[in-house]
Structure formats: structure tokens, C-alpha cells
């Protein structure tokens, strides 16, 4: 099992930027991608980008593409989740979560899921 724990989010203005950070514990061995989502209340959690941590690949979801950047220490088992050009759509609690099999834009391909950090992005 992997433990996972968020933290970074705020209150930010339109246009802004915030990083949001994941640190990975238990059996970081295991760990073959990860990925950040992020859920508004009524709605499904929603893909926002993975990374294959051996090899840095990434993806995004449309929405977010040009505006953020998923990285990750490998050493360190911590994600980050950069996000510039931040709009009130943006708005949502931001989970990150280890990819375990399956389409990387799913939830139900993951396995952990770390508490979730608030984002909220005013205009």
C-alpha cells in the first residue's frame, strides 16, 4: 500500500499560479505512474495529468494542457502539479493518486488516493 499526502492549495486570483505537492510513503517500490485529479461537489473526479515515474512521460487532460506541469522526484517519492494561468474553473479539491493499471484517465485505475487539497480560484 501506498500512502499519499497533498498539500499546496489556497485561494488564488484569475490568472494566478499555485504547486501543489504529493509525498509518497509505504510501498513506494510498487509505484510504476501517478497521476492528479480533481473533483467539484456533484461531479466525478475528473483527470488532470500522470507521469510514468520511471521515465517522466507525462499527459494531460485537454483542459489543462499549456497551463500545468506534472513532475516528480523520484528519489524524494514526492509528485508536484505546477498550475499558471489559473481560471475559476480550476476550482476544485485536488487529489493525487497511483496508477496501478488500466487507462490512465480513470479513477478506478488507481490505487491510493492521498486526502485532497482545496484549490479555489477567484475572478
Known amino acids: 500500500q501506498v500512502q499519499l499526502v497533498e498539500s499546496g492549495g489556497g485561494l488564488v486570483q484569475a490568472g494566478g499560479s499555485l504547486r501543489l505537492s504529493c509525498t509518497a510513503s509505504g510501498r513506494t517500490g510498487s509505484v510504476y505512474a501517478m497521476a492528479w485529479f480533481r473533483q467539484t461537489p456533484g461531479k466525478e473526479r475528473e483527470f488532470v495529468a500522470a507521469?510514468?515515474?520511471?521515465?517522466?512521460?507525462?499527459l494531460y487532460a485537454d483542459s489543462v494542457k499549456g497551463r500545468f506541469t506534472i513532475s516528480r522526484d523520484n528519489a524524494h517519492h514526492a509528485l508536484w502539479l505546477f498550475m499558471t494561468s489559473l481560471q475559476p474553473e480550476d476550482t476544485a479539491v485536488y487529489y493525487c493518486?497511483?496508477?496501478?493499471?488500466?487507462?490512465?484517465?480513470?479513477?478506478?485505475?488507481?490505487?491510493?488516493w492521498g486526502q485532497g487539497t482545496q484549490v479555489t480560484v477567484s475572478s
Open positions: 493518486a497511483d496508477h496501478v493499471v488500466g487507462s490512465f484517465y480513470y479513477p478506478q485505475s488507481y490505487g491510493s
Open positions: 507521469v510514468n515515474w520511471i521515465t517522466g512521460t507525462d
